[in-house]
């Protein structure tokens, strides 16, 4: 439950890679591939994960072959989602890269009173866009109604789903 930021610490600088919201699996490279940890996993807010030991997951992976497959169909969506965040990024421009991530994160059910809990630094980072950026295009989406943003704390709140959607161009 809750959402977690996953960064690398890259020419001191840390840049977020992805956020693993609830039922997501976080540690699964480092684990799988017997490397140490190059990323932090952060909580974002109140968040409850739970460990697998490693001896389990090895030993469920070669005595249960629906876990073994269930697991190789997990990381076959892995590739793809970083594929197509490969294409979002070279194809599709900033308010639009924003709507789907902001459409992204309204799907988590701990969000609180509705906003969505990532600071616009984070948000920033994942979408590898400039402070000022991300400000001018959620300017943009407050003005337009579509956004709410919030002082204190500072949150983002969605009031108009269907209005976010039409500008990620995305279906529903």
Not at 88 to 112: C, F, M, S, W, Y
Not at 137 to 163: D, Y
């Amino acid at each position: 439950k809750g959402s977690v930021k996953i960064t690398r610490n890259i020419d001191n600088a840390q840049v977020v890679l992805r956020l693993a919201m609830s039922h997501d699996f976080i540690g699964y490279l480092s684990l799988l591939k017997h490397w140490d940890y190059h990323t932090t996993a952060t909580a974002i807010e109140n968040t409850e994960v739970f460990f697998i030991p490693k001896h389990v997951f090895f030993k469920a992976i070669q005595n249960d072959i629906r876990f073994a497959n269930l697991t190789l169909n997990f990381l076959c969506s892995k590739i793809n989602a970083y594929n197509e965040l490969v294409v979002d990024r070279a194809t599709k421009g900033v308010q639009q890269r924003l709507a789907i991530l902001l459409l992204t994160l309204d799907h988590n059910p701990e969000q609180i009173d509705g906003c969505i809990p990532v600071s616009k630094k984070d948000i920033a980072s994942i979408l590898n866009i400039k402070a000022e950026t991300l400000s001018r295009n959620l300017s943009s989406l407050s003005k337009t109604g579509i956004i709410k943003l919030h002082s204190k704390p500072k949150l983002i709140e969605i009031l108009s789903r269907e209005k976010l959607l039409q500008v990620s161009k995305m279906q529903d």
